[in-house]
């Protein structure tokens, strides 16, 4: 039995809906972007008693697909005014599916604007006053709850960031550990949830079950011919499992494309001491773990534990966008400042690439200097104190660019540009540009032909092809978002085909019915054709399908590339929507 | 002879230009607009050097035409992202038509980030470093202009606000005692001065002349025509002049359409102590002026100067919108305390009506209570400081309301809607929505037959009509702004066809060609026709013009109107723009 639970904050009240046939087959971004593009109204001000909040686990999570824990959560964004799907992993997911539950439906807002958490099990959905959570950090917040109902339950919680409607917040969520490492980072949703007064979802799965695919043995071999091909894979099977998602950083650094400086430049001279290989040594030298999965059934394992010197416990990873915003887009080669500053972003709830970006623009604004991470963790500070400036860096690149007069703000739609320079990697710049929810790397991740060599190769530094490129990554993408599988399957998907099989085999062998490619790919096809539609009607339009102006005018050493795909090709990414 | 001076910031050079014919029988806004469309990528950073400011008289400015004096300024706006028009009274248009100049062209930017001063008289435009200058308010700057300059110069500068490059930021124009109280004050375009590197632009008419019509006898009958209709008419022969501009107060609060308290009702129980009678009261109490004149050749007078307890001079006016920004909208019924605000904003460079709707929104956060005139004032003194609360407070309602989490932003298009509630004034709400601008009355202001009872009756509360009388509004006003001529002008052409001819046969007898309504419209509509098309390129959709969502959600009491003029109606406004 699946269910989706709709949560009105104006009344609090519970209703419990069927799924129905609609939504039946879809989940994660599938079936949150479904529902937002069909109940929310475009135009709405997205801290308004009008937007959701939708909260769902992958089609195959809960099943025992590898990789298959992501949690995808959906709103109208306060950061990007687009439709937004940002997922995490962690062990929210898993718990929610082990609990039937296809969706929850944050709606409403309460009218006396005081604080609530929502406590999940077997009986269905409580609200209760989160009076003494209200203030308190995610680190603190987990802990008091996994101290309340134990260490089994999975929390989804926001920090002071999400309390106070910041349009940078994040919407954590606790790893295998109980700890609140794990993100739905992009797009402000924590300031939605913190709109809604829910300060933080328990789930207790106690009691729930894995779901029971219709065709086991179908499901069964595709789920062992996708784990075959991770493990084969060099990316999924080695680099990530020993170095993390920051094997990248000597990389893009290489390629010319590691944004330095306010992406003033590719390189970064600093990267070497930030490394994801210097990463390695630092956790393993200290008693860290390397290879550590954020979910169960992970087979990837990119995660890790990051300590102190005195070996105490800092924060997880931190992960490649982590390290890179705020390390070289600050000028900073400082790992365990970065490290800090993760753990503070986790804990005030904040997507750390946009804290990240905010601060380079910040630095160039001349707040405090490039490279100063002393004056980098004192501006995070001021998000706790919810000063003024705080509240600057905690709403986003944009908005504190704004504030302080500056020309060069590397975002798109509202949100800043990640790790790879798109005039260096211009296969992620199509995608940052046209993505339906700014810039995003996750979107359409292209640097894997541009620079890595996985999914076959395409010139980085020249405009053909790139647009073909993306387009078929953010559909792929779009699939996978709904699968609930991790990202990261792309790389073998991209190199393997039988890992592709595997998951239209697990997909099949769930309903019991035939499921081809052409199956798999249509619903990232229709999940994007609902974005694109919901943010024509909150007003985009083509024009806002571009990057920065200065990445077309501003030459980036030391390739000195320009980012050169014209407009009207960057208008053809989405020909197959009507 | 007609000029243009282009002056590069970039290297510091200056090249003149012939209008040619292309802009021989234009000026104004329709110049402004004209050679912005033309000239500035729409999607450029319109604090790049890519943006233009387009200083420009217009064409009926130096010719001796009543109420001829306005100074139209372009650019690509920091605050809305469109299009930008924004025109101001003082001696500035003067100065320059005097001088034979059709337009001033600011480019580029400096790239030592240096502040720059221009001297423009007969022998051209020389720059000239503004280091006594930086970072001084508009009184001292330009205080210590006419010191050195002599007080027949006009100045047209920027205070702290616009140096420091706030979207809210205003340009100050000297008046006729010299004073920087007139201001294109909307879309920040003080900020676009700042980024140009520009504090002030020092306009010495000696030796210059006024401008002689093709057709001496034609210009001087329409001129008579109008001027005739001008003193006849109640509005600007007897309202205007005896209660300056704020004589709306107790006209727009008795229709219920006075916003108060952020938008929250429409009628404030303080009207009557900050009312148009009774500021003409105080004023004549402590020998302040009434009926007097922002720019020599107004025969309406309806600026006036006022005084503190001691006889002191503050401030001019305050007019209607800063009255209502500082006062109602904020929930404040002190005069003197809305002067002294009205005084620091001229002296910082703010835009009074954003300003004002700024401070409403920081209420409706709880930065400071509704009513608290003293917590006002410290929150504008911040913005002299520049401190980050202050930087907010500059940047607008918009950037403020996201960095403090607020859902109720009174913006369209970024710019804070003026001081008519357009659920009770249904009309304006049209215009607010479509104006190519952002929330803007003076785009075509319906509020004459909604409210006024003039240019006929158009029920303010009723849907009907109102896409109709907008549209009109909105080409005879772009027409006007062309021609350089008050916006008041308008009382007398809606109820006296006599003003049209007049304004016809100047215009005609300037040129020495027959010249028709036709053609006199045809000047507004090929403006906003260019305009639309540089929003429309810049991503504004049909679904931007539109107003904040709660307007069409919360009834305003008293009379519990919501707005409901349909979108597909709203869409219709502009049917006549390919």
Known sequence: MAVIYRVNMSDLSIRTEMPGVKYAQTGGRGLTSAMIAAEVPPTCHALAAENKLVIAPGILTGTGAPCGGRLSIGAKSPLTGTIKES????????????????????????????????????????????????????????????????????????????????????????????????????????????????????????????????????????????????????????????????????????????????????????????????????????????????????????????????????????????????????????????????????????????????????????????????????????????????????????????????SRIPTVKGQSMPAYDPRAVKGIGVTYATSTMGADHTAGYAVAPNVLGVGGSVDPLKPEGQVELSRNMQIATASIDSAGLCLFVAFAVLDDSTALDGICEMLGGLFGTPFTVDDYLAIGRATLAAERKFNAAAGFSPADDRLPDFCKTEKLAPHDAIFDVADEELDQVFDFVE
């Open 87 to 406: 997922n995490s992993g962690g062990q929210g997911a898993l718990a929610l599916a082990a609990l039937g539950i296809k969706a929850i439906v944050l709606e409403g807002r309460p009218a006396d604007g005081k604080c609530y958490r929502l406590i999940v099990n077997t009986d269905g959905v409580k609200i209760e006053p989160a009076d003494g959570l209200v203030g308190l950090g995610n680190y603190e917040t987990v802990g008091k709850l996994l101290g309340e109902f134990g260490d089994k339950v999975a929390c989804i919680s926001i920090g002071q960031a999400g309390e106070m409607k910041m349009a940078a917040a994040s919407i954590a969520v606790t790893d295998v550990e109980g700890r609140p490492t794990r993100h739905c980072g992009r797009g402000g949703l924590g300031a939605v949830m913190g709109s809604k007064g829910v300060k933080a979802i328990v789930v207790d799965p106690e009691g729930g079950q894995r779901l029971i695919p219709a065709d086991a043995d179908t499901f069964k071999a595709g789920a062992k011919k996708l784990n075959t091909a991770l493990k084969a894979h060099p990316v999924t099977g080695e680099g990530l499992p020993k170095f993390g998602t920051n094997v990248l950083a000597n990389v893009i650094n290489a390629a010319g494309g590691y944004p330095t400086r306010n992406f003033r430049e590719g390189q970064f001279e600093g990267t070497e001491a930030i490394s994801g290989e210097r990463q390695h040594d630092v956790i393993l030298e200290r008693g860290g773990q390397i290879a550590h999965a954020c979910h169960k059934g992970c087979t990837i394992k990119c995660s890790r534990t990051y300590l102190d010197k005195d070996g105490q416990y800092v924060t997880k990873g931190p992960e490649y966008e982590t390290v890179w915003a705020h390390g070289a887009d600050c000028g900073i080669d400082d790992l365990d400042a970065i490290a800090r500053m993760d753990r503070m972003d986790d804990d005030f709830g904040l997507d750390t690439i946009e804290a990240g970006a905010t601060i380079g623009v910040a630095m160039e604004a001349g707040i405090v200097p490039f490279g100063d991470a002393a004056g980098a963790i004192k501006l995070l500070e001021e998000v706790g104190k919810g000063t003024a400036l705080g509240r600057l860096v905690a709403s986003g690149a944009e908005v504190l660019g704004k504030a302080y007069g500056g």
